[in-house]
């Protein structure tokens, strides 16, 4: 790690200090009652998995670096950890998966491959990165163990199917095999080497091989035959672009006993998305036209209006003018039968892309009047326009299903913007009942076994991210863990709340804002805007995101209000969940114009404005996407923002400095003759999110300019840091930052 005081910061330091009198009416902050690190003591439950026909759920917790797999099962859901990582290592853990049984987990060790066929290294080790599948029995009487080293895909194209198998690695149901892909052919891999016949271990040969590119493995549940997509290409380059994206795609089914291949209802279309039936007989998939030639041959549209192209060269298809067929087919005879297709000018149902079936319904989410809605078709008798299971002014986020498919669990904001609970509704349509209510927030969802239960991940304003068990019908939870250690300071946490602000364009947001508990009337506190990254949208308590930065975060939150700041966290327009399309996708969003930073102003003016902060003790930062609205706050409105701290944002969006240019215009580097205020730069330099060279250019920037800053830079780390005592690092970093140009701004 690395560390730079400029020189301007220095010349600054020795600046002439304030009279005395003058120090003494500024805000100040005092001491937050506990440390950054106790703040982040909870472990970080996530990848909350259930068993088919056990009850039995599992999950991941990241207990200050330290990632294991935990376990428990009814009725007592004592959690069991089931790995034995304890060192704040970096290595990554993800894509748990129980057997059908509920007697093994499977999962990977190890952070993906940067573009260069890299392993993430964020602990330095001179062996290197790698990453492996593991496996460990849940009764604990075993130590886990590596099942296969997995390595760098490196297949030039092709397309995720949009299937249940998409991800690193699909487990059968029978817990023996573990598929993953390389290089666009599927591989398998004995769970328990030991007790596998040698001729079945693992190899760096696939598993089996079809032409082209296969993606989206699925195991039928029997576990006896493997569905996937096989991607095709053209084999002979007449024009520039053939041979480099899918042409037609095919449902491609392997059978284990007879080792054969076979292909469902074969056609110059693209078939994706494969789903098993309960009884291992047929497949259910979704089915595009095929590429027109207008991939092609360019329409020569300056001669010719489009209008004037012939049909069927520009936009494909089907007889009819729909666009998207649901289909079955049967596995023992290759024979397939549409059983539904969207309507010719539909634009609500073509978004399928995945679905699920339970029992005799077919459900899927598509948006609908700006709002992420499920919807089911019958498999037996389907109709043209398909059920609307979830109405209303709210999102659906998580789901789950009842063991015999006749309800619908699902998360929602709907009624509690700022929140999310706990509904369920037939699979057949009917009303939806509100399971949960309250203070707390529920997400992630597993219905194990015999559906008696719900398990789901609960956070509150005090609680963070906890694993907690209902009954299927709802009421009060349980939360089973993680233990909280007696370091948290859970009684100093203050309840936010959600405050509604209008832009200068008339949008209105809401930013969850954090006080002060002992505030005191005619007091002036200094304050702080935290701008959260893509999708990384703040709610009424712990968040809800699927790693534990943000809990993190949210913890420095309180740490800050506690020392005496005012926060408030800005749900800025554009990709933040919880409110609708409209909102989520505004126009001159991004580099068309960033209007996203309207927002963001607008807060800042908000706290300017509240009687109780000091306006010349107001800072801001931000991390990936709200990175870069923090780089446009500070290069907009130095006036208004007297310091920030950027971790890991985009400064520069365009690859044009022409200043007629929308994207450099809509860029923090555009403004950068105006950004004079102290910077406090962050970032990993394994980041694959947002480019390292992003930090770079805006030091060179700053430094040209003699504006103040700092930066941090973390050696091997990702873009959230997966060391814990680098992430608190960090956070010392941005407090001391603050400390020194906010709160000592006038004796520097």
């Known amino acids: ?126 062996d290197g990165g790698r990453r492996d599948v593991w496996a460990a029995g849940t009764n604990g009487g075993r130590p886990a163990w590596r099942v296969v080293a997995l390595q760098p895909d490196r297949a030039e194209r092709g397309a995720r199917g949009g299937g249940r198998g998409a991800g690193d ?238 309800w619908l669990y699902y998360t929602s904001n709907l009624g509690d913007q700022d929140r999310r609970h706990l509904w369920r509704v037939p699979t057949a349509g009917g009303r939806a009942e509100q399971l949960t209510q309250g203070p707390l927030i529920e997400t992630v969802l597993a219905i194990p076994g015999r559906g008696q239960y719900v398990a789901a991940l609960q956070s509150g304003p005090r609680q963070p991210v906890s694993v907690a068990v209902f009954a299927a019908n709802g009421g009060q939870g349980r939360v089973i863990g993680p233990q909280l250690p007696g370091e948290f300071p859970a009684s100093k946490h203050v309840v936010p709340e959600s405050v509604e602000i209008t832009a200068a364009d008339g949008v209105k947001s809401r930013a969850i804002v954090f006080t002060p508990a002992d505030l005191k009337p005619g007091e002036k506190h200094p304050a702080l805007l935290y701008l959260h990254g893509n999708g990384g949208r703040l709610v009424l308590g712990y968040p809800d995101q699927s790693n534990g930065y943000y809990q993190s975060n949210y913890g420095l939150i309180q740490y800050f209000v506690n020392k005496g700041y005012i926060v408030a966290a800005m749900n800025y327009r554009g990709d933040g969940a919880l409110y609708n399309a409209a909102y989520n996708r505004p126009g001159e969003y991004g580099a068309n114009g960033v209007s996203e930073y309207r927002d963001a102003l607008a807060a800042g003016l908000y706290l300017k404005n509240r009687s109780d902060v000091d306006s010349e003790r107001l800072g801001v930062w931000g991390l990936s996407y709200g990175g870069w609205i923090t780089g446009e706050a500070l290069s907009r409105n130095s006036d208004l923002f007297k310091a920030g701290a950027i971790f890991a944002g985009v400064q ?32 990993g330099d394994d980041d694959r999110n947002v480019e390292f060279s992003q930090t770079i250019g805006l030091i060179d920037a700053l430094r040209a300019r003699g504006t103040p800053y700092k930066v941090f830079v973390m050696p091997d780390e990702t873009h959230y840091m997966l060391r814990f005592a680098t992430r608190a690092r960090a956070f010392h970093e941005v407090d001391n930052w603050f400390e020194t140009m906010l709160i000592h701004r006038g004796s520097r």
């Open 169 to 406: 690695i699909v487990l059968s149901p029978d817990g023996k095999w573990v598929l993953y892909i390389e290089d666009g052919q599927i591989h398998r891999a004995a769970v328990d080497p030991v007790t596998a016949d040698p001729e079945d271990k693992a190899t760096a040969q696939p598993f089996f091989v079809t032409l082209g590119v296969n993606s989206d493995p699925v195991w039928s549940p029997d576990s006896s035959k493997i569905a996937f997509v096989s991607a095709r290409y053209d084999q002979r380059q007449y024009f520039p672009t053939q041979g480099q994206v899918t042409t037609h795609s095919f449902i491609t089914i392997y059978d284990l006993d007879t080792r054969q291949i076979s292909y469902l209802a074969p056609s110059v279309d693209r078939d994706t998305s494969p789903v098993w039936s309960a009884d291992s007989k047929r497949v259910a998939f979704l089915r595009r036209p095929g590429l027109p030639f207008g991939h092609f041959a360019t329409a020569p549209l300056r001669t010719i209006t489009r209008d004037k192209v012939p049909a069927g060269f520009l936009d494909a298809r089907f007889e009819g003018g729909y666009t998207l067929g649901l289909w079955i087919a049967d596995v023992a005879t290759g024979e397939g039968k549409q059983i539904w297709h969207n309507s010719a000018r539909d634009n609500v149902f073509t978004q399928m892309n995945s679905f699920e079936w339970a029992g005799d319904r077919f459900i899927f989410r598509a948006e609908q009047d700006t709002w992420p809605r499920m919807f089911s078709i019958s498999a037996s008798n389907p109709s043209a326009e398909p059920a609307l299971l979830t109405p209303g002014e709210g999102e659906v986020e998580r789901v789950a299903f009842s063991p015999d498919g006749s």
């Open 1 to 126: 790690m690395s560390r730079t005081l400029s020189s301007a910061i220095v010349r600054i330091l020795l600046a002439t200090i304030l009279p005395v009198a003058a120090i003494i009416a500024l805000a100040q902050t005092h001491d937050a009652g506990f440390t950054i690190e106790q703040i982040m003591s909870p472990a970080f439950p996530y990848g909350l998995v259930a068993a088919r026909h056990a009850d039995r759920i599992a999950w991941m917790e990241d207990e200050r670096g330290m990632r294991n797999v935990y376990t428990a099962a009814a009725p007592d859901f004592k959690p069991l950890r089931i790995t034995s990582v304890s060192e704040d290592n970096g290595v990554d853990l993800q894509s748990l998966q129980l057997s059908d049984d509920g007697s093994l987990a499977v999962f990977v060790r190890g952070h993906t491959a940067n573009f260069k066929g890299q392993f993430g290294n964020q602990g330095s080790s001179p």
């Open 652 to 683: 520069l969006r365009s690859t044009s400095l022409d200043p007629d240019n929308l994207a450099y215009q809509s860029s923090p580097a555009f403004n950068i003759a105006k950004w004079t205020s102290p910077t406090l730069v962050i970032h």
